[in-house]
């Protein structure tokens, strides 16, 4: 079992800033994949960025040049660095990483920009 904690969501304004943490309780972290998720009411959760367990990054073009996606092995936790955030980001945040075909997700931390 792995078990995922997000946090550092929060209210900011339209053009602030925020840093998600993604804390992982699992000692295969270093070996693993992450991506971040999000999830706006009533909207279907899209995926926003991953890293690998090389530290190759990728992201939704909705984010891409705004969102820096980052990891630290040694405290078994990524982060989602987020600038410049807009009205349409606000969402629940969540992180996932994969096991085999095993899924495990956190909780979701949220974010809500105001206008």
């Known amino acids: 079992q792995v078990q995922l904690v997000e946090s550092g969501g929060g209210l900011v304004q339209a053009g602030g800033s925020l840093r998600l943490s993604c804390a992982a309780s699992?000692?295969?972290?270093?070996?693993?994949?992450i991506s971040w998720y999000r999830q706006a009411p009533g909207k279907q959760r899209d995926w926003v960025a991953g890293?690998?367990?090389?530290?190759?990054?990728k992201y939704a073009e909705a984010v891409k040049g705004r969102f820096t996606v980052s990891r630290d092995n040694a405290k078994h936790a990524a982060y989602l660095e987020m600038k410049t955030l807009k009205p349409e980001d606000t969402a629940a945040y969540l992180c996932?990483?994969?096991?085999?075909?095993?899924?495990?997700w956190g909780q979701g931390t949220q974010v809500t920009v105001s206008p």
């Open positions: 996932k990483v994969s096991i085999g075909t095993a899924e495990y």
């Open positions: 890293i690998t367990n090389s530290g190759r990054t």
């Open positions: 699992t000692p295969r972290f270093s070996g693993l994949s």
